[in-house]
């Protein structure tokens, strides 16, 4: 789904952002990526958004090249952010359904029934004509959420959505963000401070150097699907999760 060939991005201000920077994401594989701030996390999730270019090496996207166009031309791409970035003056509906109006090509009934299939995945039934301020902060990522996924993405995109949550909804909203991968099986990169989240989500934790960021270390995960909430607990996940810390911290 994804293949970066020896990327690296130079900022207009002399930033080097990414330098040397190889990866290759399978289909239907969830990889995390962890690494300190300001390694270029984020600028990797831009650059495969189409929303950057690289300065140097070749990205490509579902086998398009995203040089010179999105690579929602090759693959159906959504991307969630740490902050749910929902309009004020739209309730959830509404919101749920501006990128479906903004891509065109749905008539009004299927955008009817697509967010409101999208809204019943992630629990938030009955909050359809709720406003952002009337939503707390775990439903307001619920609706970012869903807002992605009424588009159906091949590929999801998802910049620390749950850092700014307390420790109890970022769990739930974790545990439920498997079931949901569980059931439609998109391609995820998704990038988190935490190695717990990492760790509890992906096949794979990939490791980032500090800036100019590379991939340091890729960890495939052992633990099976389903994975329950009490993994957590369990010796051979705190184990592996310090195995990645080390990684982190070295």
């Known amino acids: 789904m994804i293949r970066c060939q020896d990327i690296g991005v130079c900022f207009k201000d002399g930033t080097q952002a990414l330098s040397g920077l190889n990866l290759d994401v399978d289909e239907h594989e969830f990889v995390a990526i962890v690494g300190p701030s300001g ?22 996207v579902n086998c398009d090249e995203t040089a010179q166009q999105l690579p929602s031309a090759g693959a159906r791409l959504a991307y ?81 959505p749950f850092g700014a949550l307390d420790e109890l909804s970022r769990m739930r909203l974790n545990e439920e963000l498997l079931g949901l991968w569980e059931r439609d099986r998109w391609t995820c990169l998704f990038v988190t401070h935490s190695v717990q989240e990492a760790v509890f989500l992906s096949h794979r934790v990939l490791v980032m150097s500090a800036r100019p960021g590379r991939i340091l270390a890729s960890f495939e995960v052992p633990f099976e699907f389903p994975r329950s909430p009490a993994l957590r607990a369990e010796q051979r996940f705190v184990e592996f999760a310090a195995d990645v810390s080390g990684q982190l911290e070295g």
């Open 39 to 60: 390694c270029g996390k984020s600028t990797l999730l831009r650059l495969v958004a189409g929303l950057e270019t690289p300065s140097t090496g070749k990205l490509s």
């Open 80 to 160: 969630v952010l740490q902050d749910p970035t929902l309009l004020p003056w739209r309730h959830a509906e509404a919101n749920v359904a501006l990128p479906l109006e903004l891509r065109g090509g749905f008539s009004s009934q299927e955008v009817k029934q697509r967010v409101l299939d999208a809204l019943d995945m992630v629990g938030l039934q009955g909050f359809e004509r709720s406003f952002p301020h009337q939503l707390s902060g775990g439903m307001r990522m619920r609706a970012s959420i869903a807002r992605a996924l009424a588009l159906s993405p091949d590929l999801l995109l998802m910049d620390e």
